[in-house]
């Protein structure tokens, strides 16, 4: 197995995993890994249109249909397993979450595209711009004429069906896989097993009682006064420092669904992200070799430094202050974001980039501290007489809740005095990160290489 991709996503004997924690993780990257490796396993024979040699993908969201049309229309029998009633689950029940295939390459050239691909012949599942639940509905049309126009024969989703386990012999040239469909417990022989279940649970608890809302969970963060009953001005906190919570951020301060629609919003010059491009392309390549917090800190140190110092030089022009005041004219009173390191995280160079703008605006417009480093959210409860909180997002959404706040560890476990506070707020964001997939999915996957560099579209 001499392919480099195939070798990057080699888990176990005959078994391929683009889960877990990969980075980029954005829809149109799990795409691009599907499609290639469902092109590289045909093309490196690992999986052949023989029986007993095809494909077993566990997993119909985004990128395992993606790899399940590619195999398929390469003529290799493929089965996808999912354990939900039906496919492209976690996008089709968002129907708040914008997402754009394109956005987050800013500040490449082709970052307004809004399209995937950008050139070349259409992929299993093309796309527009626009909310999670619309852009399901199209792969769901696209899987659909798929399937009518003669790819059912090849290409067989199972639903509403349970993965139970994998066993591969030493030396055996196939793979034998367990599974529970139709009420019955099924083995059958593959090739290869792709494992494409996502990435995980999101850390979005706090204590035994205190559960936010998840980022492909329909919010209210884009209602009416933020979800607020009435005309109250809301308490906002957003724990957390990678891009699901500066996304967030960016929505609630502009009422905006995109990033670009804020950037496009703010009068930031062409140059900045002429600026930007050779630092976003030198962090992301020295972060792509890196292994945690140690090798990480400096560089993400370094994009904020950089992030900030064309802040302060944008913010100069009377132009661009303007705009951002007309855009942050309805901004919450009373909000902050927490995170427990000196520097921001995110992947995308765009969310870190505006988060800095509108922060070091408030700041000299109003003296206001959005972003708060080195404070860590501890623990959240009711606040309000008669309520009780269940683990309901939507239940405990604009109701009063004591949170506490420690002083933080940074990311490279360094300490400072500590600190405790308490505050009362009514909407509590919070993006704590993924947790690990289901043991009988990390049983599979014991090795991946976590981050890579994918090409943006595929030719």
């Known amino acids: 197995m001499a392919d480099p991709f ?56 985004a990128g395992g249909v993606a ?38 390459d ?108 998840a980022f492909w969970e329909s919010d209210l963060f884009s209602a009416p006064n933020w979800g607020m009953p009435g005309s109250a001005a809301p308490r906002i906190v957003i724990s957390g420092a990678g891009d ?24 930031v010059s062409a140059g900045a992200a002429m600026q930007l491009k050779d630092l976003d392309r030198a962090a ?11 090798h990480d800190h400096a560089w993400h ?14 913010l100069q022009q009377s132009a661009v202050r303007q705009k951002l005041a007309t855009m942050l004219r309805h901004m919450p009173q009373h909000i902050e974001l927490i995170h427990s390191c000196t520097h921001l995280t995110p992947l995308y160079v765009l969310n870190r980039f505006l988060a800095w703008l509108i922060a070091e605006y408030l700041k000299e417009e109003k003296g206001v501290s959005l972003l708060v480093a080195r404070t860590r959210l501890t623990s959240v409860a009711s606040a309000t007489s008669g309520h009780i909180c269940t683990l309901s997002p939507a239940a405990c959404h604009g109701r009063a809740h004591e949170i506490e706040l420690e002083t933080a560890r940074d990311c490279r476990n360094s300490t400072l005095p500590s600190s405790t506070r308490k505050a009362i707020k009514d909407v509590i964001v919070v993006r704590h990160g993924i947790t690990a997939p289901a043991q009988a999915i990390q049983n599979l996957t014991p090795a991946v290489r976590p981050r890579q560099i994918l090409p943006p579209f595929i030719l």
């Not at 029998?77 to 976690?90: A, D």
């Open 6 to 61: 195939l070798v990057a996503h080699h888990a176990a004997p005959r078994v391929f995993d683009i889960s877990g924690k990969l980075s980029p993780v954005s829809v149109r990257d799990q795409m691009i890994r599907g499609q290639l490796f469902a092109q590289r396993a045909e093309a490196a024979g690992e999986i052949t249109s023989k029986p007993g040699e095809g494909l077993l993908i566990l997993g119909a969201g």
């Open 67 to 104: 790899a399940g049309i590619t195999a398929a229309s390469l003529g290799v029998p493929t089965t996808v397993l999912e354990p939900s009633p039906y496919p492209f689950r976690t996008q089709t029940r968002c129907s708040t979450r914008w997402i754009d295939p394109t956005q987050y």
């Open 106 to 213: 800013w500040p490449l050239d082709h970052w307004v595209a809004g399209q995937f691909p950008l050139t070349g012949l259409p992929p299993p599942l093309p796309w527009r711009s626009g909310f999670a639940t619309h852009a399901a509905a199209f792969w769901q049309t696209a899987l659909q004429s798929f399937l009518i126009g003669g790819g059912s024969p090849l290409l067989d989703l199972k639903l509403a069906t349970t993965f139970i386990n994998c066993q591969c012999p030493a030396g055996a040239s196939n793979i034998q896989a367990t599974y529970f469909a139709q009420n019955t417990l099924q083995t059958h022989s593959y090739g290869a097993v792709l494992v494409a279940v996502g990435f995980g649970t999101e850390n979005i608890q706090v204590g035994p009682t205190y559960r936010g809302f």
């Open 244 to 267: 699901g919570a500066l996304q967030d951020l960016l929505r609630i301060m502009t009422r905006l669904d995109s990033a670009k629609d804020v950037l496009d919003g703010s009068g």
């Open 284 to 294: 992301h390549g020295a972060m792509a070799w890196g292994a945690g917090p140690q």
């Open 301 to 314: 140190a370094f994009l904020d430094t950089e992030c900030r110092r064309l802040v302060r030089f944008e």
